[in-house]
């Protein structure tokens, strides 16, 4: 079976490039980290380390998702300044890092940070039915390859 981060990379490469990953370096994910208090999930963490867009190299690719390079990756308070709908995302916000977007921010993705039993969970930012989508990072790329639909 193939990792879901070759997954992306094989995708990606089949769009002619769009996308292009390049993974990050260590310090970086550890100021991610340490910037918001947090551990990463090691679904996120292996994304980031081996299939991350280059921050010069970014764009949407064919289902019009834009993927974030590693610079761009926030909190929700830090990124979107709305009301969110779903009190379990609201109530640790500061916990979910966004990651991807759909047609220029029209909704987001956001990987859960949190020590409970969403930790690992990626969850869908509209400003209508804020809501969990995948049960995982590795789930979320699934679907994504499979039905992106599903994800908004």
């Given at each position: ?15 002619d490039d769009v996308v292009r990953p390049s993974g990050t370096h260590s310090g970086q994910i ?83 940070c949190t020590q409970d039993e969403n930790r690992g969970k990626v969850v ?29």
């Open positions: 079976m193939i990792a879901a981060c070759k997954k992306l990379q094989l995708r990606w490469q089949s769009q550890a100021a991610i980290e340490e910037r918001y208090s947090l551990e990463l999930p090691r679904q996120f963490r292996n994304y980031l380390e081996t299939t991350v867009p280059q921050a010069d190299y970014c764009g949407m690719d064919d289902e019009y998702f834009e993927w974030w390079p590693t610079e761009r990756v926030k909190n929700i308070p830090d990124e979107y300044p709305h009301p969110l709908s779903n009190g379990i995302i609201a109530g640790q916000s500061e916990r979910y890092l966004f990651f991807a977007d759909y047609m220029i921010w029209c909704w987001a993705w956001a990987i859960s869908l930012i509209n400003g209508l039915t804020d809501q969990f989508v995948a049960d995982s990072f590795d789930d979320f790329v699934n679907k994504y390859m499979h039905n992106p639909e599903e994800l908004g």
